[in-house]
């Protein structure tokens, strides 16, 4: 078994943050551990409150986990301001975790802020340098590099600029822009491009948590980035396609259909 480990926000509403991230590990056939950074009050309609923890706390679930258990890879979520970004780099680099998967969560699918505007330049400069892959969705690279994102080329412009900034890989995902649902991935060297149809649903409640957390567990199974990338578009396409309405607003991804479809327990 492989070990992973996400450090993120708790989603109350178990679609998004932490809650997706330990589904997708299992789901994929890992073990998944969770060091959380912020508690979310939220449900499909929007996130209501917000509190972050202190930084010492933040620290002490790292620094426990890496001193007694292997980690085989670790995704980032939501780390919504600059001092607690700053200790996690330096837990990271402190215990030399590899296999970094960091998605820079800004703003909900609900529109709430869930990074600080005055704590970006920190997730750059901080985390992305120690990341294997980082892993923007098309508001977020727009944000990153203060410049519009309009089509499949601009997003390959924005990789190679994002790569610049300290990342071994950087996939711009497309889940924003109209049409085929494209991803960029580019390699220093090489773009990779994976297009699935779009699905038609409302329910895409945390796809950016779920996507990023596939290619954790699928870089800590040994997948190399361009495995890991194809492994993970497979899981999202097939967790949208399963998604689900619960509450009034935005439903969740359905992480176990398969195991669920095999034991009768759907159609
Ligand atoms: N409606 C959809 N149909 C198929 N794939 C989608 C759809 N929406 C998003 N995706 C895919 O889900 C993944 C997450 O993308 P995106 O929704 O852009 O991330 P985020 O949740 O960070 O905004 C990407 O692989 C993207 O291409
Ligand atoms: C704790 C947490 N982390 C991440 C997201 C982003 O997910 P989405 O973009 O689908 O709202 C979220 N809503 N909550």
Known sequence: M??????????SCGGAGIQADIKTFSALGTYGMSVITAITAQNTMGVFKVTELEEEIVA??????YEDIKVDAVKIGMVSNSIIIKTIAQCLRKHAA????????????????????????????????????????????????????QNVEHMQEAAVAIHK?????V???????????????FDGQKFTLLSDVRIATKNTHGTGCTF???????????????????????Y?????ENSFSIGQGVGPTHHFYSLYKRAGLVD
């Not at 492989?2 to 989603?11: E, R």
């Not at 990023?212 to 497979?234: M, P, V």
């Open 2 to 11: 492989k070990n992973v480990l996400t450090i993120a926000g708790s989603d």
């Open 60 to 65: 002490a679930q790292i620094n426990c986990i």
């Open 98 to 149: 590899k296999n970094i998967v960091i998605d820079p969560v800004m703003v909900s699918k609900s529109k709430y802020k869930l990074l600080r505007p005055e704590a970006c330049e920190a997730l750059v400069s901080f985390l992305f340098p120690l990341a294997q892959v980082v892993t923007p969705n098309i508001p977020e690279a727009e944000v990153i590099l203060g410049k519009r994102i």
């Open 165 to 169: 900034m300290g990342p071994a890989n």
């Open 171 to 185: 996939i711009v995902k497309g889940g924003h822009l109209p049409g085929d649902a494209v991803d960029v991935l």
């Open 212 to 234: 990023s957390s596939a290619i954790a567990a699928s870089l800590a199974k040994g997948f190399n980035i361009r495995e890991a990338f194809g492994a993970a578009k497979e």
């Open 236 to 240: 999202i396409h097939g967790a949208i």
